[in-house]
Structures are given as C-alpha cells and as structure tokens.
C-alpha cells in the first residue's frame, strides 16, 4: 500500500513543535518534490491502475428523460424528486454600469454547504496529503487526483442511497485541537447562485487506513503535478491554495532561489516585505468596490427565460453562445453511487485564467481584479488579472472585452512562468477547461484604479483564512503560484507548451 522513502526531505531547521510555524511545515512539504510515501516516479503507475478501477460512462440524454429528475410546472425548473442536490432555474441580472446592463441566465442553485477536505499526517517529519483519485461525470479524462472529502451535504446525508463518504468523521469532528485550515468560500459566480463549500485542512493523529484509490503525496508532488493537464482538479487546488504558506523565512530556510524571479517570490511571501498598497488599503478599496456596484439579481423561472430557448436536448442561448444545460446519464465505478442522472452546464469554448506578476522594488506582486459576478454572496471577489472565456466576447460589446486579455492571450514564452490547462469542477459542468496562466510583465496600472491592485503573495495567503475574497479561480491560481516557490520543471514546461 506504500513505499519506501526513496527522497527524503528535511524539516526546516531551527523549527518549532508540530502545529507551530505551520508555514514551514507547509513548506518542508513543498520542498520534498521527489515524494515520501510515495516515489514521484512511481506516481502515474499508481494513477492509470486507479483509473482502471475508478471509471465513468458517461451518456447524453434528453432532459426530460433524467431519471428521478423532473421539471417544474409552474416555472420549468430542473430538479431532483428529492428536493435535495440543486435546482436549475433563471437569473435575471441588472447592472446598470456594467458594459453588458442588464442579461439572463439559467443557473445552478445550490443552498446546502458542502465539505472539501484534505488530510495530512506527518511521515518522517514532512506532511503528506491524502488525495483521492476521483472520477467526475463531467470530467474531460475521468479520473483526477480530489480531496480526501470532496461531498455535498446531500451526498454525506447520503439523500443518493449510496455508501458512506470515507473518512468523512475526520472532518466533521476534528479533535480538540481543531483543523489547519478551516473557511467557507465560494465557487463560480457565474454559474451558481450563492454556492459555498467549507474548505478544510485536518491533521490526523493517530493511524489512518488508506482505502483503495487513495495515495498519501507531499505538497512538492502535488506542485509538480499541477504542471499537467488536468490532473489535480478544482475541489483539491482551493483546499491547496488556503494552506498557509507564507513565511518571512523561506528563502534563509531553504536557500536562496536560483533566478530573479523566484527570489522576488520568496520576498512576496515575507509579511515585512514593502507592499505597493498596504493591507488596510486593499480592504478599502474591496469595500469600496462593493459598496459602489450595483447588481439586482433575482430568481426567475426557467421556463420563458429571455434569450433561451428549450429543446429535448439542452438548454441554449439564441446565438449558440456562452453555455448550454445538457442532461447525462452516468455509470461509475469506484463512486458511492454506481448509477445516476443529472442536468450539467456544458461551456462553450477554453477559457483563459491568468495572473499578470511583476516585480515592484524587488517584491513579486500579482495584478487582483475587483470582478463582479451574479451569483456571489457579496457582489464583488477579487478574481485574477483576467478571467473570460474568449469566444463569448465575440457576442458582447467591444466595450465588454477584458482589459490585458492581449497580454495573456498570446504571450511572450519566455515571460510564462506558469501554464497548464486545467478542468473546473466535474460534477457539475462538463467538459470545462481554462488555460491558467502566470505571466510576468513590465505593465503597470495607476494606483489609483478602481478596478486592479498589485498585491503581494503575503496578503493574498493572508485574506484566504477569511470567507469571499478570493473567487475560485484566483484560489486555482495561488495554488499554481506556490508550486513556483521550489526549483523544478514547472517553467519549462509551461514555456513548451506556449510555443505548441
């Protein structure tokens, strides 16, 4: 079930206790990239005989042909007999200083908070994760590496009839000594309506049995993991990018960086290090920009939803634009449930999530977009520098387009630190993908735009341990930005795959 520690990685010198200097701990475990419990090389041997194990058919059918789901009379929502799960319904949005005023849409609406969840344990003095290989129906490739707990309140109630969530009780009831990582956050904006999951990060104390597809991977792994194409999926890259791993030390612990780059990296997550916009100004300006937008969005029914029309097969836009709801039909193996049917949101076209970086006065600095979406409890999440789905803007004002899409769209290779394309939650969209992207420039923006703020690794680690700052997206993207802290492959892979 494990293996022999073939690369053994050390713990920061001079460290505290266990629980103490967490940050280093955390960054211990990205140092040792090799593994521990199990070798990196061995990693894909293990991941193709779970997909064998852990597979997914996955079959269209018509809306009204999804077992245990029906459509409302009265207003033509999608939902589960049950009444548990989600519900498909309308939105209907005004925005009167947005570039597109006012718009409608279908949405999911989700109420219930679900429960994300890694466990780690220390082995040899370095924390590992426990990860999961899971398939997704909507998942491009079947199976990719999830969570220890990846479940919605209906799942672990079981309102499905299935089996148990494992190791589920490990999260619900964490010990005395409480989790790591503890925090509700959102997830798309655009395609649910007030959708949140508690993010979790939980210690285990004693002995943990690992069942079938299940792997226990040290964060340098994971780092080294998400340099590929859809493999570490969205659920465990939120719970990933809430660990705490900022630290004024880093550099003097593991040594200094081999490049400008990293080095102006280790800076950013040094809290003493000179910010351009201090803390107390950032949280100004987000409220700021919260108290200024003004978003009406309201539940509509589906049923006559302006803009859509119905068809046995899906959900679409008149202009064969933006997304479709599509219903499937799915036989899993190693799932809780064997068999099911849903509706799923099926975008059209790749999108691009990328981070603008540039070093100010030697400090790394990320380029936080003040965005506004329909669905987010407090209308405004600070997203990456750009975040859009190209091919939707060719039915959109030009007024619409986002602002530095040019600079990520097509970049300079050797300015790409970070590029891999990466799938957005499997359960509920189909076949969703973006490019997520870290590109260095030289461009600025005024201090003082209402919109954009350079901001340092530090405060972004800093407002994840706080609920609705960060949208999912961006959290994917600290993720990736912390898998650039250690040496390793991750540049010139992704400086490959730019020039392909």
Known sequence: MTEATTHPARRPRGSAPPRAATPLRVAASAYAREGGLTAHSTFHDWYAEAGERAFARVERVPLDELDGWETDPGTGNLRHHTGGFFTVEGLEVRMPAGAVPAWSQPIINQPEVGVLGILVKEFDGVLHCLMQAKVEPGNANGVQISP???ATRSNYTRVHGGRPVPYLDLFRDPGPRGPLVDVRQSEQGSAFHHKRNRNMVVEADGDVEVHDGFRWLTLGQLHRLLAEDDLINMDARTVLSCLPFAHEELAREFGPPADAFRAALFRSCDPYAEARH???????????????????????????????????????????????????????????????????????????????????????????????????????????TVQCTPASYEHLPRSARPRFLDEVEHPDPARVRFHSVLSEEGGRFHHARNRYLIVDTDLDVPPDD?????????QLVELLRHSHYLNIQARSLVACLQSLLMPGEP???AERKVRT
Do not use: C, K
């Open 148 to 150: 220890t707990v990846q």
């Open 278 to 384: 201090p803390m107390s100004a950032v949280l100004s300006w987000i409220t700021e920009a919260r108290t200024r937008t003004v978003v009406r969005a309201r539940r509509v029914p589906l049923a006559g939803l302006p803009g859509w029309h119905r068809t046995p097969e899906r959900i679409s836009h008149s202009t064969g634009a933006f997304f479709d709801v599509i219903g499937v039909r799915v036989e899993a193996g190693g799932r809780e449930v064997a068999r099911w049917s849903q509706p799923m949101i099926e975008p059209h076209g790749t999108g691009v999530v990328a981070f603008l970086t540039r070093s100010i006065d030697g400090v790394l600095h990320v380029l936080m977009n003040a965005r506004v979406e329909a669905g987010y409890i407090d209308v405004v999440e600070l997203a990456p």
């Open 450 to 458: 209402p919109d954009y703020r350079w901001m340092t690794a530090h």
């Open 491 to 493: 540049a010139p892979t």
